[in-house]
């Protein structure tokens, strides 16, 4: 398997502009995780989804963030408009989730930068 | 509210045995202790959990005590590559998401 597929692994933009970030799980994987790391907060969940559902968006910090998955190997993080401070290192993590407890697989993430 | 406790930065020669202490003295009983690294500039990577027992893989050896409040990761013998933040996480069995805390520092001299 080829693991976690995220694109693009760098991506810069201007402030206002809209970003959108893939991933790909692992096949047969049933939940996905989105994360993003900084210097100041480390990593940070943002959202997670089980069986293509968004089971617990708290994390995402605002309006301008959000997520979809619309098939059990493709989700997306778009933020519109972006601003400066979105600059981060974005994760995506698959796991299988059942009564055992599995680890989670994370993709090399994607560095965003915002100017 | 920190679940966990771990130095912030440890030193270990190269060969010899890394050990990484955690403190959680705080956990449950239905909470496992999850162990992952994040290499400079890549994803965490998942090394190893348990619940009460100790368990071993071929990452690493995962000792916890008899009350669980506290835990320690064995790398038996750490190599260069290991050099790495590595993340002692006490989680639900039945959570999804796993919340990491500022993890240890682990830098493998030669």
């Known amino acids: 398997d080829a693991g976690v597929i995220q694109s693009p692994r760098h991506e810069v933009t201007e402030m206002g502009q809209e970003v959108t970030l893939r991933c790909k799980p692992i096949?047969?994987?049933?939940?996905l995780f989105w994360y993003r790391q900084t210097m100041m907060r480390g990593l940070e969940l943002l959202i997670y989804?089980?069986?293509?559902?968004?089971?617990?968006d708290s994390g995402m910090p605002e309006d301008r963030f959000s997520a979809k998955m619309p098939n059990a190997s493709f989700s997306t993080l778009k933020i519109q408009p972006s601003e400066p401070r979105d600059s981060a290192v974005y994760f995506c993590?698959?796991?299988?989730?059942?009564?055992?407890?599995?680890?989670?697989?994370f993709g090399s993430g994607t560095r965003l930068t915002v100017v | 509210d920190a679940k966990t406790t771990q130095p912030t930065s440890m030193d270990c020669a190269e060969g010899r045995a890394a050990n990484l202490p955690c403190n959680h003295s705080?956990?449950?009983?239905?909470?496992?202790v999850y162990w992952y690294r994040q290499i400079h500039s890549q994803g965490p990577q998942y090394i190893i959990h348990?619940?009460?027992n100790n368990e071993t893989n071929e990452m690493a050896s995962l000792i916890i005590t008899e009350d669980r409040k506290s835990s320690t990761l064995i790398l038996p013998h750490a190599t260069l590559r290991d050099t790495a933040v590595y993340y002692c996480?006490?989680?639900?069995?039945?959570?999804?998401?796993?919340?990491f805390g500022s993890g240890t520092q682990l830098t493998v001299l030669p």
């Open positions: 993590a698959s796991s299988l989730l059942s009564q055992a407890n599995y680890g989670y697989t």
């Open positions: 989804f089980n069986n293509n559902v968004p089971i617990d």
């Open positions: 096949s047969g994987h049933n939940s």
């Open positions: 348990g619940l009460k």
């Open positions: 705080t956990i449950s009983g239905n909470e496992y």
């Open positions: 996480i006490v989680q639900s069995g039945s959570a999804r998401q796993l919340t």
